[in-house]
């Protein structure tokens, strides 16, 4: 199998485990393809073997952490953490789309009904401010645009060290200041703008599973019981 490797807390725990199978013998013939420098530092120190990310890869099979899950439509989003291993949203959002099977891991409080806050979108550096513009009249009174900074305080111009992703994108966050009542309407009017590369939303993608923990253990979600008992 070639599997996804995600990044986040919950997510390198899993590449442990997975590392362990490998040398227990209770798996074989798994390559990872890891989402970031340090889940890749992690895959490596246990023993897995890697493959970089390539367009039109089959992965069989794929998991990350997420930052929140719609209840009821296992729509997620991803991007809002700050990087601090080398994480890139890119192709952390490409192998997700890759991926045959996908399961992302939340905490109890991060599989909501109420979806709020920022979604973050990647967009071309040559004409961000236009793109910008256009988001905000997409979601006019309902959102604020940022472009984020790499360090110190964050305004809508990105401060002064304005971010720039390794494959050269900035990365816009849209700031709702109201309820965001239907994430899969938002990422579809979000791909429909021209300089939108891609964003944080992970729609329509099929088999997919919420792992959701709690201090009472551990919840397999799919789209057919969608609503923990």
């Known amino acids: 199998m070639v599997v996804g490797l995600g990044s986040g807390r919950a997510s390198s725990f899993a590449v442990r485990y997975l590392g362990r199978c490998l040398q227990q013998g209770a798996l074989r013939d798994v390559v990872g393809i890891p989402s970031s420098v340090f889940s890749a530092s992690e895959a490596a120190k246990a023993g897995i073997p890697l493959n970089h990310y390539q367009e039109n890869l089959q992965i069989d099979f794929a998991f990350n952490d997420a ?40 905490a109890e409080k991060q599989y909501t009904r109420d979806v709020d806050g920022s979604i973050p979108v990647l967009v071309n550096c040559g004409n961000w401010m236009e793109t910008a513009e256009e988001i905000d009249d997409l979601f006019l009174g309902d959102a604020e645009v940022w472009r984020r900074p790499t360090s110190g305080q964050a305004d809508p111009m990105g401060g002064d060290f304005p971010l720039v992703t390794r494959e050269g994108h900035h990365v816009l966050d849209v700031i709702f200041t109201s309820p965001i009542l239907d994430l899969g309407q938002v990422a579809e009017s979000l791909d429909q703008i021209a300089g939108v590369v891609d964003h944080g939303i992970i729609f329509s993608v099929n088999p997919c599973v919420a792992i959701v923990a709690s201090k009472n253990g551990v919840a397999i979600v799919d789209k057919k019981s969608s609503v923990i008992s």
């Open 67 to 106: 930052d929140l899950i719609e209840e009821g439509t296992l729509t997620a989003l991803i991007g809002r953490r700050k990087p601090e291993g080398g994480e890139s949203l890119f192709i952390e959002k490409s192998i997700a789309k890759a991926a045959s099977k996908l399961a992302l891991i939340v």
